[in-house]
């Protein structure tokens, strides 16, 4: 079952691979380490498949997209594919969902770009008329803007399945899809490129206004956050992890749609400056532009028994769940067994 918000703050991994077949023992490990869950995202690979192979190989963890790009599918295509997770692994699933940017919705996965609020609003609705026409016979009889969903015979009609809970998060920088989630998820993905201060004063407001809207609880929508922390086994690899963090903080930060980010900060001149620099594909300039003092307010710094007493102090009461974005894998295990024996 899905825990509810109000829980102890729960303490996530990312899944790291190069391909499928590494994904039955990383999340293995992952579980018998003592994570609460693993989440994959849309970058090189796609973020359902492993959670297929992870679910097969798990039987406590719980398995998120964090996050799918839902302008890249249709909402029937998501249902099926969450339906299916969710039929292997009952109750344990998170089916996160982004927009993306235009340019990639448009130039690489060649999709018309709409207006990502009402859209993705819309994909909801319909992933769940899907859902509920599947779990409770109801007619499939969905029309909006973007989606009309009227057809569903018996023949492709997959049926009820035992545990039909599937939280959808919804993702996002900026305080309109925050209050979308707040208005019709069931919780908020928040992106890495973020500070605390930036979630406490402008994205939980969102949410919450988005909640209150709809008249929905604000404690009722989930906070899953993925978190940027430096840290190694020793002072090489935190050199190392800090300057991966600090070129990770420059290309997101170079994305002109977050500058709400750096504008909360009064670092504009950052971000106009790093979208320059990726517009004229001078990449490895860009790391250059974040000084340690910017660095420390996106990213915790503790060595490895102390990461998760940073991540309390930083997100307790702020986040529900918390993921780790170093990517996990199982030839760092000694690293990921001495930041989780900080939580026993």
């Known amino acids: 079952m899905i825990p509810p918000r109000?829980?102890?703050?729960?303490?996530?991994?990312?899944?790291?691979?190069?391909?499928?077949?590494?994904?039955?023992?990383?999340?293995?490990?992952?579980?018998a380490m003592g994570f609460d869950g693993i989440w994959t995202h849309e970058t090189r690979h796609d973020p359902f498949l492993?959670?297929?192979?992870?679910?097969?190989?798990?039987?406590?963890?719980?398995?998120?997209?964090?996050?799918?790009?839902?302008?890249?599918?249709?909402?029937?295509?998501?249902?099926?594919?969450?339906?299916?997770?969710?039929?292997?692994?009952?109750?344990?699933?998170?089916l996160g969902l982004g927009t993306q940017v235009k340019a990639h919705i448009e130039r690489r996965f060649g999709m018309i770009w709409d207006p990502p609020v009402p859209k993705l609003r819309e994909t909801v609705?319909?992933?769940?008329?899907?859902?509920?026409?599947?779990?409770?016979?109801?007619?499939?009889?969905?029309?909006?803007?973007?989606?009309?969903?009227?057809?569903?015979?018996?023949?492709?009609?997959?049926?009820?399945?035992?545990?039909?809970?599937?939280?959808i998060l919804l993702a996002g920088v900026n305080p309109p899809l925050a209050r979308l989630a707040g208005e019709v998820g069931d919780g908020f993905f928040v992106h890495p490129f973020h500070t605390p201060r930036y979630l406490r004063e402008?994205?939980?407001?969102?949410?919450?206004?988005?909640?209150?809207?709809?008249?929905?609880?604000?404690?009722?929508?989930?906070?899953?956050?993925?978190?940027?922390?430096i840290t190694g086994r020793d002072e090489a690899e935190m050199q190392q992890a800090r300057e991966?963090?600090?070129?990770?903080?420059?290309?997101?930060?170079?994305?002109?749609?977050?500058?709400?980010v750096w504008a909360l900060h009064?670092?504009?001149?950052?971000?106009?400056?790093?979208?320059a620099l990726a517009a004229r594909g001078r990449w490895e300039e860009m790391p250059a532009q974040v000084p340690d003092e910017v660095l420390e307010a996106f990213a915790l710094t503790a060595p490895p028994?102390?990461?998760?007493?940073r991540l309390k102090a930083t997100y307790e009461g702020l986040l529900d769940r918390v993921i780790l974005y170093q990517p996990f894998r199982l030839q760092d295990r000694e690293l990921w067994e001495r930041i989780l024996s900080g939580r026993r």
Not at 8 to 27: F, G, T
């Open 6 to 31: 109000g829980d102890p703050m729960h303490l996530d991994a990312a899944l790291h691979y190069d391909r499928l077949s590494e994904v039955p023992d990383l999340a293995r490990a992952a579980e």
């Open 202 to 229: 402008v994205l939980i407001p969102a949410i919450e206004a988005g909640a209150r809207k709809a008249g929905r609880r604000p404690e009722e929508i989930l906070r899953v956050g993925s978190v940027f922390v």
């Open 125 to 167: 609705e319909a992933i769940r008329a899907v859902w509920a026409c599947w779990q409770n016979g109801e007619r499939l009889n969905y029309r909006g803007r973007f989606f009309k969903l009227t057809l569903m015979s018996p023949f492709f009609n997959p049926g009820p399945i035992p545990d039909p809970r599937i939280p």
């Open 305 to 309: 028994e102390g990461v998760w007493e």
């Open 266 to 275: 009064g670092w504009e001149a950052i971000g106009e400056q790093l979208s």
């Open 50 to 94: 492993p959670l297929a192979l992870a679910a097969e190989h798990t039987r406590r963890i719980h398995l998120g997209t964090g996050v799918a790009i839902a302008f890249a599918r249709s909402p029937t295509v998501i249902a099926y594919t969450a339906w299916d997770l969710a039929a292997m692994a009952p109750g344990r699933i998170f």
């Open 244 to 260: 991966l963090v600090r070129a990770q903080v420059a290309f997101y930060g170079s994305t002109p749609s977050y500058r709400r």
